[in-house]
């Protein structure tokens, strides 16, 4: 089954730590993004990466880091310098970069930063 | 700047009657619009998409119209089903881009 998974679904840190959500996906898709979904704001894009080891800035990156060493996985490290970090996170990847932009979604991972 | 606009952040709606969701943008490079369906807890999943160089796009129950002239769009679901209970997402790109740029969503709710 292809598909987008994302680990863990559900998570809690404490303030000040550091943490990483993963995101892997198996449809041999060229590019993935990381978007933050909180109440009625809609998605708001963090990091894009279009090919391996190259990654771009979304709209909300700051307080946040990625890294793309592998085709299928494109992990986010939600760091303590991000002010708000409590929301639910979503991994999406497309499978070209020239055409027109359907992306698909994983499941999220909710954060939750006591 | 809030490029794609969704005004109604909720609608209800009697089952089997029709559910119409509205977007507006104000880009005028956008020139293809999707429509992503998202349940609680769980992530948006692709529903229906149109290019400009179309004004109607239908699947199924699903209908969505595109007026580019008053850089409207709209998603028609007839007959609405409990099912169809969730928020929409409006999103919108041009041929290339490399980002979506997406509306803050509308909560449909059907009534049994």
């Known amino acids: 089954d292809g598909g987008i998974t994302q680990s863990p679904k559900y998570l809690f840190r404490k303030e000040g730590q550091n943490v990483t959500l993963s995101c892997e996906q198996n449809l041999n898709h060229d590019a993935m993004y990381w978007y933050r979904q909180d109440p009625g704001q809609g998605l708001r894009l963090i990091y894009y990466s279009q090919i391996v080891n190259d990654f771009q800035k979304g709209d909300i990156a700051e307080g946040y880091s990625v890294s793309r060493e592998k085709k299928e996985s494109f992990p986010l490290t939600v760091t303590s310098a991000q002010k708000n970090p409590t929301a639910f996170y979503l991994c999406?990847?497309?499978?070209?970069?020239?055409?027109?932009?359907?992306?698909?979604f994983g499941p999220g991972t909710r954060l939750t930063v006591l | 700047d809030q490029q794609v606009k969704q005004n109604s952040p909720s609608l209800s709606v009697q089952e089997g009657r029709i559910s119409i969701l509205n977007c507006d943008y104000t880009n005028s490079m956008f020139d293809y619009f999707l429509w992503y369906k998202k349940y609680p807890a769980e992530g948006p999943t692709f529903l229906i998409s149109?290019?400009?160089?179309?004004d109607k796009n239908e699947d199924g129950r699903f209908t969505v119209f595109l007026n580019k002239s008053a850089k409207h769009l709209s998603l028609h679901i007839v007959p609405s089903q409990p099912g169809d209970s969730a928020v929409y997402f409006c999103a919108a790109s041009w041929f290339g881009n490399e980002k979506l740029t997406f509306g803050t969503g509308t909560r449909l709710t059907i009534i049994p």
């Open positions: 999406a990847s497309r499978a070209g970069t020239y055409n027109y932009n359907e992306q698909f």
């Open positions: 149109i290019s400009s160089i179309k």
